[in-house]
């Protein structure tokens, strides 16, 4: 039984290097080709969407990008710091507003300026209901991959799923609400940025890890089909030896 399983293993990994061989082989057949993190062709400002927004979250419009930086400290401090209430802060942010523009319509005519002019703002239909839209199939979408995973046909999701969930509740008790969310905040303002300009080093190490993992990969996955081809070995002969005893009876 051991040869048998023996042979199996060696046929499995025989055909695994053979193909990694193979894959190695291609750049040096069709020339050398830098591989980008995830796969992807376009570049990061692409990738994010382009435009003003993507300009913004690499830091392409330094002063903006600061301002937004210092704008989300600020509210940091506020509520983490100083112990400022949501409700309080919008409440106040409010007042202030139409205290100031309250004053600058009333003293437009003695300083011989124009008044402020309000911008009026009428949410488009179609805007709205696409957006309501988006909403709603993430939200089903969430849903059905909740029902997915708690009907218990994928043991691997429901482990992954649980273990994240865990792991999270484990880090959101280091912190509390507004921290977690200003260093999410700088996790995600500041990685662009840096991915763009340390971009070489990255791609080089992110394809290193992944040939690590993929070999331990390879091995996980080798001792599992050892066990399986033992399972269902062991399996035929039971029922090898089952079937002479059922034709005597």
């Given amino acids: 039984m051991t040869e048998w399983i023996d042979e199996k293993i060696h046929e499995y990994k025989g055909s695994s290097s053979s193909s990694s061989d193979s894959e190695n082989e291609k750049p040096s057949s069709h020339g050398w080709r830098k591989k980008h993190l995830f796969g992807r062709k376009a570049s990061v400002h692409a990738v994010l969407g382009g435009g003003k927004s993507a300009d913004i979250i690499l830091w392409r419009n330094k002063q903006l990008s600061g301002g937004i930086l210092a704008g989300v400290t600020v509210i940091w401090l506020l509520f983490e710091c100083i112990g400022y209430h949501l409700l309080t802060f919008i409440c106040h942010s409010l007042i202030l507003s ?3 523009f309250f004053v600058w319509s009333n003293a437009a005519s003695f300083v011989n300026r124009p008044p402020p002019k309000f911008p009026e703002v009428i949410l488009p239909e179609d805007v709205f209901l696409t957006t309501v839209h988006s909403v709603r199939y993430k939200i089903n979408e969430a ?38 969310f200003y260093i999410v905040f700088l996790i995600l303002y500041a990685t662009p940025v840096l991915y763009e300009k340390y971009e070489d080093h990255v791609d080089i190490a992110a394809e290193k890890a ?40």
């Fill in 98 to 100: 139409l205290a100031v």
């Fill in 143 to 180: 849903f059905a991959i909740f029902g997915c995973v708690a009907s218990g046909k994928d043991l691997k999701k429901f482990l992954r799923v649980i273990g994240g969930l865990w792991i999270l509740s484990v880090v959101g008790s280091w912190f509390s609400f507004w921290t977690f």
């Fill in 210 to 249: 992944m040939v690590e993992m993929n070999k331990h990969y390879a091995v996980f996955d080798a001792k599992n089909l050892r066990i399986t081809l033992a399972v269902v070995f062991f399996i035929m002969q039971t029922h090898d030896d089952s079937t002479p005893s059922r034709l005597i009876n």
